[in-house]
């Protein structure tokens, strides 16, 4: 079965600083979708990011940025200039069309002012 | 507005008492899902459905039933709700079971079973 670790429950960043939240995952998979989803206190669930295992390129969405890394499973999202905001729960989430995403247990990210 | 409906966003019951959390959506999804979040469990799939009629157990579908008669509804019922089952629900839709959709969240419900 797959598996989503994240190995950080807790991250804190000055703001304006930039910051990395860890993912690993287990498949044997070569064909997946991988996904960093943001909870902030409304409890709604927000996509943040999204990569495609057979893209090389590491995907890009404003401040947020990842360095996926295929073959050491790993998959790691960068926040720059972080903003107050971006306080929230990070979740890391796969998806082998398994009909269903495979959680992390998240990161609570603190934003100190 | 393209989005996910949740209702109740808040419920309290007690132990047994049959209770339905209803989820809907206005994007001609084919695919709905209902996972529960829980503190150091990240989420986790309770069901979920390819199309009307078609649906299926995720990984922790005790205790919980689903339908799926229209396309843009799919109901989770407890029929006798434990404490066990306290937690945070989300419903989600994509427009295809196809991995390459992006999966789009409700707003949650807050369940607490005393």
């Known amino acids: 079965a797959q598996t989503v670790t994240q190995s950080q429950p807790e991250m804190s960043v000055q703001e304006a600083e930039t910051v990395t939240l860890s993912c690993t995952y287990d498949t044997s998979e070569s064909d997946y979708y991988l996904f960093w989803y943001k909870q902030p206190p409304s409890r709604q669930m927000i996509l943040v990011i999204r990569q495609e295992a057979y893209k090389q390129q590491n995907a890009t969405e404003n401040r947020f940025s990842v360095n996926f890394q295929k073959a050491a499973k790993s998959f790691s999202l960068k926040i720059s200039d972080s903003q107050l905001g971006d306080a929230a729960m990070y979740f890391c989430a796969y998806d082998d069309g398994n009909e269903k995403l495979t959680f992390g247990t998240g990161t609570r990210l603190t934003i100190i002012p | 507005e393209a989005q996910v409906t949740q209702n109740p966003r808040y419920l309290i019951t007690v132990t047994g008492k049959k209770l339905t959390v209803t989820c809907s959506q206005n994007?001609?999804?084919?695919?709905m899902s209902w996972y529960r979040q829980d503190p150091g469990l990240g989420l986790r799939q309770i069901y979920y459905s390819m199309n009307v009629e078609v649906t299926d157990k995720g990984d922790v579908p005790e205790g919980y039933k689903v339908s799926r008669k229209e396309k843009r509804n799919f109901p989770l019922i407890l029929e006798s709700p434990s404490p066990n089952q306290t937690s945070l629900y989300f419903c989600?839709?994509?427009?295809?079971?196809?991995?390459?959709?992006?999966?789009?969240f409700g707003p949650g419900t807050r369940l607490l079973v005393l």
């Open positions: 994007m001609n999804h084919e695919y």
């Open positions: 989600a839709s994509s427009f295809s079971w196809q991995y390459q959709e992006t999966q789009y």
